[in-house]
């Protein structure tokens, strides 16, 4: 990876979930547009080796590896970026896990786990964050000299339309909408953006799905370019978000899905 521009020069930005696949991307993205990233991942393998890819191309990047889920972990992401940079800008809620099962067959904990880290570690990130925002935005308020800082959750086609075995993932990808159109007015005369990006790439997740090409057909069908995105094909809709481009959209969802939901 080689650093290139700087649309997102200065700015101190958090991904969840960004050890590996879209986050990955995302952090990568983020760092060559000059940002400096906190890698948040479970898996401190993971996310070291991220943190060393960033550095050796000339990026800043610390590691957080707290499991995201609690009010505790979000607090301890947000300092993480506090303490390393001073500052925190762009936070993007990322992390997810699966657990598909059909309703019936779906446990207590299968439900509570996915909604967990999902919606409720969407929510307390996104509550930390604030929290640290709000007496910023009003003083800068009183100068009238605004800042905009921004939040981008990830949500999916599973939340927007529904998916056969996911009810407890396509329950909380919706309930980020929600969130997401629900920050977007409390947050917007504070000059805080929120935004959601529904992706579909190919990742440790979805590439079992097409590895039988015949059985991969009436899936891949759905798309209307035809197949799965690459994660670095995802990551620019998230640094547009993150960037000053965007500082006059909020409470949006944008597909970056090849034509899954139309």
């Not at 993205?29 to 948040?40: H, I, K, L, M, P």
């Not at 919606?119 to 009003?138: E, N, S, Y």
């Not at 059985?215 to 209307?224: I, V, Y």
Request: aromatic share 6%; proline share 3%; glycine share 10%.
């Amino acid at each position: 990876m080689q650093l290139m521009t700087n649309r997102l020069e200065g700015k101190a930005c958090i991904v969840t979930g960004s050890g590996r696949g879209i986050g990955l991307a995302i952090v990568r993205a983020f760092a060559a547009e000059g940002a400096r990233v906190v890698v948040n991942d479970v898996d401190k393998d993971a996310a070291e080796t991220a943190v060393a890819e960033l550095s050796s191309a000339g990026g800043e990047a610390v590691a957080n590896c707290e499991p995201i889920g609690s009010v505790a972990a979000a607090e301890s992401v947000v300092q993480s970026s506090l303490d390393a940079f001073g500052r925190l800008d762009v936070l993007v809620n990322n992390a997810g896990v699966l657990r598909d099962k059909m309703t019936h067959t779906m446990t207590e904990d299968d439900f509570d786990v996915v909604v967990g880290v999902h919606l409720k570690g969407t929510w307390a990130c996104g509550r930390a964050a604030i929290q640290h925002w709000r007496p910023l935005a009003k003083n800068e308020s009183e100068s009238g000299v605004p800042t905009y800082r921004k939040i981008i959750n990830v949500t999916s086609a599973s939340g927007l339309m529904g998916a056969v075995g996911q009810a407890n993932y396509a329950a909380a990808k919706m309930g980020i909408v929600g969130l997401t159109k629900t920050w977007a007015k409390e947050l917007g005369r504070l000059n805080i953006n929120v935004n959601a990006i529904a992706p579909a790439a190919l990742t440790a997740m979805t590439e079992p799905l097409v590895q039988d090409p015949e059985a991969a057909k009436p899936r891949l069908a759905r798309f209307a370019l035809g197949r799965y995105g690459e994660p670095e094909e995802i990551a620019p809709s998230f640094v547009f978000f993150a960037s000053k481009d965007s500082n006059y959209i909020t409470g949006q969802v944008l597909c970056v899905d090849g034509g899954l939901v139309i």
